[in-house]
């Protein structure tokens, strides 16, 4: 068990948390239990990640945006399945490290992405652990009842879809372990896809209307594009050559050699948390038309077809990526 520091926690509660709570369902953070009413004519969607220091972010990652990237993580799998956010519960597991100022830095960044995205505290627990540091959220949302896309409904005829761009938050993660060189606002472009990744919450009324099946882009985009071909039993096809790429993306593939190998890397990598999504190909017009009223890119990315997995091609031909995505072993 974690030993408890009480008096940082309830400190940290009421001076820290609080002013960030529900103004109505957190009861203060002075209770045991948050209590929400329902929504009529909705579904409440919820979803849970944690993230681990050395594992999710970096022991010099500034605390601002590991609270930012926590609550972002979890937003992204509630745009991908067209629900609307309101609200979370927050778990601190606080290492040694983490005094009086970094918790203040932590919350500031619970309070900038708070306002950003329109969600407010409802609860949690706060322990110390002997350990490096964690944290969990569990974010709720609203979605008008049972339109909520599951990773299940590729049909064989549908396009594959992506939005933003992929790789930039690994490339990020390079950069920052000193693996690669840019010029210095691609590395700083880079690093923030990492730490500070954007949900396509803007865009999850669209998936809500028009996908057939979707998912976020955590693990991969093999990865996740697999989760959805295993559970709709189809198979996707994916082109490797079409793979949407930032300009510090594009910059990077053009120092390499070997330019299939650096897409695989790209499509592998993950913390890209944009969504990969199927629709009927009668849909992709209103999906373009939607995507270019948001501002954002979306790429179509390949196909679904009858059979099962993930055929993944470079120019044409089918290759054998030697991994999809990330795995905790
Ligand atoms: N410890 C657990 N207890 C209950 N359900 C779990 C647990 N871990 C994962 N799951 C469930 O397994 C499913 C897949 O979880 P997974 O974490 O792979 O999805 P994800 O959040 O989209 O991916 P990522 O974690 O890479 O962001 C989800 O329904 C999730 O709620
Ligand atoms: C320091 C550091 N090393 C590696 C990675 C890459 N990484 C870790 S977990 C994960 C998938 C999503 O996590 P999960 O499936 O646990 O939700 C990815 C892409 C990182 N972000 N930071
Ligand atoms: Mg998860
Ligand atoms: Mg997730
Ligand atoms: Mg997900």
């Not at 681990?52 to 990237?69: M, S």
């Not at 540091?133 to 974010?139: D, G, K």
């Not at 390079?174 to 690093?191: G, V």
């Not at 196909?303 to 099962?308: D, L, Q, S, T």
Request: with cysteine; aromatic share 6%; net charge negative.
């Amino acid at each position: 068990m974690p030993a408890i520091d009480v008096a940082g926690e309830f400190e940290t509660i009421r001076r820290l948390l609080r002013p960030l709570a529900h103004p109505e369902w957190a009861r203060g953070l002075a209770d045991d239990v948050a209590v929400l009413p329902s929504r009529p004519g909705h579904d409440l969607v919820l979803t849970k990640d944690a993230i681990v220091e050395g594992v999710h972010f970096l022991p010099e990652d500034p605390l601002d945006t590991v609270a930012q990237k926590l609550l972002r993580v979890n937003l992204s799998d509630l745009a991908a399945k067209g629900a609307e956010p309101f609200g979370y519960l927050l778990a601190c597991h606080w290492s040694e490290r983490c005094g009086w100022p970094e918790r203040e830095a932590f919350v500031a960044g619970l309070r900038r992405d708070q306002a950003i995205f329109d969600i407010a505290l409802l609860g949690g627990d706060t322990v110390k652990t002997p350990g490096p540091a964690s944290f969990s959220a569990t974010l709720m949302g609203w979605a008008p009842s049972a339109s909520t896309v599951s990773r299940a409904g590729a049909r064989p005829g549908d396009l594959v879809f992506v939005t933003g761009t992929i790789g930039d938050g690994w490339l990020g993660l390079q950069a920052l372990q000193d693996k690669l060189t840019l010029e210095p606002e691609r590395m700083d472009a880079l690093t923030a896809a990492y730490r500070t990744p954007m949900p396509r919450l803007e865009f999850a009324p669209v998936v809500r209307g028009l996908a057939t099946a979707s998912a976020d882009v955590s693990d991969g985009l093999l990865a996740d594009a697999g989760h959805i071909a295993e559970a709709g039993r189809v198979r996707l096809e994916i082109d490797l050559e079409v793979l949407p790429l930032s300009a510090a993306a594009q910059a990077w593939m053009d120092s390499r050699v070997d330019p299939q190998g650096a897409l695989e890397l790209l499509a592998t990598g993950g913390d890209d948390y944009e969504i990969v999504l199927t629709a009927p190909a009668g849909a992709e017009n209103a999906l373009r038309r939607e995507a270019d009223r948001r501002h954002l890119r979306l790429t179509r990315i390949g196909r679904v077809a009858e059979g099962k997995g993930l055929a993944v091609r470079y120019l044409g031909q089918e290759i054998k990526p030697t991994r999809s995505g990330w795995t905790h072993d």
